[in-house]
């Protein structure tokens, strides 16, 4: 795993899933509550490996999965309570209120990890913390570059 600092808060690369997972962990692990992680990369780039990291992180025992049709996914078995959305199928952001969007966000006793956030821009906090996920083929099917901002 290599780390970069530039002009947001850097880079990581990773080599496999497992140093994402880890990356994702580390992150985990230093969380205070109330943070808002949004995720974003393309289909097949580790989002669902990087969340279970990050679950991992939490203290998170039980199986992680991407939320896709139920929308969102509470687990409250770490030290931190963790909401995980996918708002992949999400028609606009109107209906993240009715999914219990404004109850998660900024709870101290938890963490919000939103995959596809891309798709409700206009209701995230402006402190949210951005990840995204790319493939670079030319540098191996496992690579993968982890931008945060």
């Known amino acids: 795993m290599t780390e970069t600092q530039g002009e947001n808060r850097g880079y990581t690369e990773t080599e496999s899933s497992r140093e994402t997972f880890l990356f994702a962990k580390g992150l985990a692990e230093s969380a205070a509550g109330g943070e808002v992680y949004c995720l974003d990369g393309d289909l097949g780039v580790g989002k669902t490996v990087f969340a279970q990291g990050f679950g991992a992180g939490l203290g998170i025992t039980e199986p992680m ?82 931008t945060m901002n």
């Open 65 to 146: 999965a991407s939320p896709t049709f139920t929308i969102l996914k509470e687990y409250h078995t770490g030290r931190l309570n963790l909401y995980h959305f996918d708002v992949y199928r999400i028609g606009s952001e109107d209906e993240m209120e009715e999914i219990g969007f404004y109850d998660a966000i900024g709870r101290t006793d938890a963490v919000c990890l939103i995959e596809w956030s891309k798709l409700i821009e206009g209701i995230l906090p402006e402190d949210a913390i951005h990840v995204t996920i790319e493939k670079e083929p030319e540098k191996g099917f496992d690579y993968r570059k982890i």
